[in-house]
């Protein structure tokens, strides 16, 4: 199982649609097996989904219980190859509490329950808060490969810096293997701000971008409405092309 976080410490920059609907492309179009992990409290993978709950157990399962069940905590989606691990606002007190609990590791939970269920996918999409806690260190300490959305605006590369220490911090200390696959333009518009915006990017040595963009498209602000990934919603819109060319560019590189 390879295993992907999706993550950037600024809100709104669309981790969750590229989440949601990487894992959908690769389970639907790929055939891959495929695990969604909601690392969010706001839950709104589990919701795009439909399956936002109270009444079952998820990711703050994972790390506060012991031995946490996982045929239990993972449930299936309405869509073939595709199972998730759903999220609410119970993540909050779980990320409190594994704080106060020293006596066994903080940081390798995910890691320690995911190896567990390792041989029965292929790949593993996490889609992260923006910010940095304990759920999203334990998200990198088991994570194989980082994808960090960028929405090009003037508060575009904020928090970049912050985040490439944690994911060099957690490299040198817990999980060596860890690699930034790239940067992901989202949300581009043809204009000026976004050509220059992704030029610049495209240009700069630091962080690996994506060739891929995904387009703005209306569609996606009404897939969630729908709660359908964006190629069930609408599969000619420039986002589901631009996600279908981006995962064929993830399994490529
Ligand atoms: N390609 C796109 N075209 C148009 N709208 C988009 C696109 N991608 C994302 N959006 C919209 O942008 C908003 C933010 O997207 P999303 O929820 O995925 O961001 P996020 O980074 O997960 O936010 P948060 O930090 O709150 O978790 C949503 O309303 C979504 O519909
Ligand atoms: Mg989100």
Redesign the pocket.
């Given at each position: 199982m390879r295993t992907t976080s999706i993550i950037?410490l600024?809100?709104?920059?669309?981790?969750?649609?590229?989440?949601?609907n990487m894992a959908h492309i690769l389970a639907t179009v790929h055939n891959k097996k495929v695990l969604l992990i909601d690392n969010?409290k706001?839950g709104?993978s589990s919701k795009l989904y439909n399956l936002h709950s109270y009444d079952r157990q998820g990711v703050a399962d994972i790390l506060t219980t012991r031995n946490p069940c996982m045929e239990e905590i993972i449930i299936p989606t309405q869509y073939e190859n595709l199972n998730l691990i759903p999220c609410n606002m119970t993540l909050l007190k779980a990320n409190l509490q594994v704080m106060l609990d020293t006596t066994r590791p903080q940081q390798t939970r995910f890691k320690t329950a995911l190896r567990s269920i390792a041989s029965n996918y292929d790949y593993c999409i996490i889609?992260?808060?923006?910010d940095i806690n304990i759920s999203t260190i334990n998200a990198l300490v088991a994570s194989d490969d980082i994808i960090i959305?960028i929405?090009i605006d003037k508060f575009a590369f904020d928090g970049l810096a912050e985040l490439k220490e944690q994911i060099d911090n957690t490299k040198e200390d817990l999980n060596p293997e860890l690699n930034l696959k790239g940067c992901l333009i989202?949300?581009?518009q043809n204009n000026d701000v976004n050509r220059q915006g992704e030029e610049w990017l495209k240009n700069q040595k630091e962080y690996p971008v994506f060739n891929t963009h995904?387009?703005?498209?209306?569609?996606?602000?009404e897939?969630?409405f729908a709660a359908m990934p964006i190629l069930e919603y609408s599969k000619r819109s420039?986002?589901a092309l631009?996600y279908i060319k981006l995962v064929e560019e993830y399994l490529g590189k």
């Open positions: 950037n600024k809100g709104g920059v669309a981790k969750t649609i590229t989440a949601a969010d706001q709104n889609d992260n808060a923006p959305p929405k989202t949300s581009y995904i387009r703005r498209t209306e569609k996606v602000d897939s969630t420039g986002a631009d």
